[in-house]
């Protein structure tokens, strides 16, 4: 993998990505359905460069407990708690559930009642600075954006969280609930703002369901921005470029 780009960690999809993964420092929207596998798509991202790139990271959660985020992530073998052990991932919990603070401090906590862009930011560059961070992922980046009922404000607030995540050198996963499924959806004003946006889509196909992966746009890669079938396997996500997923 080049100096200058991320590997995703996730099977096909490096190959997609020109063959050199995500630019470093990239601001990547992710965006599915439900049960699209969008969570397990940044945990991947995150565990993968913890383990095999030597890239500690920081995960962001908005709207679920981080020991529900543990759990689910055993049944494809990764430990999460090892590597917030080992100072190589750390947990900042935003969500509106109350969770007790780490005793090892893996676990950085910030009210609903103080949840804006300032407090955020300070929240995630602490998560930085404790494990030497070169990922953050924050899911669902919705919740953020819901904080801010007028659409001017939020338009700002993102583009001021995305402006300041750049600042930080890392390689950023923003996640996001896909409005529409469908080929001609409504595109979200974060598409345009962020530098790559990568579509996770599930679509019935006759009796089946069919899951699509789609690259919509990276900026600085050349991509091929066809629709391609993923799996979410007991290895977790795997992206297969050989093949394509009709309309």
């Known amino acids: 993998m080049p100096a200058d780009h991320v590997s995703t ?27 699209s596998g969008k969570t397990t798509f940044a945990i991947q991202f995150l565990y993968v460069g913890a ?3 030597d890239e500690s990271g920081v995960y962001v959660t908005l709207d679920e407990e981080p020991s529900d985020t543990r759990g689910n992530m055993m049944k494809f073998g990764w430990d999460l708690r090892k ?10 919990n935003v969500s509106p559930v109350p969770v007790a603070p780490s005793e090892r401090g893996g676990l950085i906590q910030i009210g609903m009642k103080e949840f804006r862009l300032i407090k955020l930011l300070e ?13 953050v992922v924050v899911d669902p980046i919705t919740i953020f954006a819901l904080q ?27 996640i996001s609930e896909l409005k529409g499924t ?21 679509f019935s196909k006759g009796s089946r369901l069919v899951r699509a992966f789609q690259v919509e746009k990276m900026r600085g890669l050349g991509i091929d921005s066809l629709p391609i079938p993923y799996d979410i396997s007991e290895k977790g996500i795997e992206v297969y470029p050989s093949a394509t997923a009709y309309r």
Not at 11 to 35: E, N
């Open 9 to 35: 960690g996730i099977l096909g999809v490096d190959k997609i990505l020109a063959g050199k993964g995500i630019p470093r420092g990239h601001t990547v929207l992710v965006s599915g359905a439900p049960r």
């Open 51 to 53: 383990t095999e790139h």
């Open 83 to 92: 590597l917030e052990d080992e100072r190589r991932l750390a947990f900042i």
């Open 123 to 135: 929240a995630i560059r602490q998560g930085i600075n404790e494990v030497n961070a070169r990922r």
């Open 148 to 174: 801010y009922p007028d659409e001017v404000d939020r338009i700002h607030a993102m583009r001021d969280l995305m402006r300041e995540l750049r600042k930080t050198g890392c390689t950023n996963l923003l």
């Open 182 to 202: 469908g080929w001609d959806r409504e595109h979200q004003f974060e598409e345009y703002l962020a530098q790559g946006v990568i579509l996770l889509r599930t």
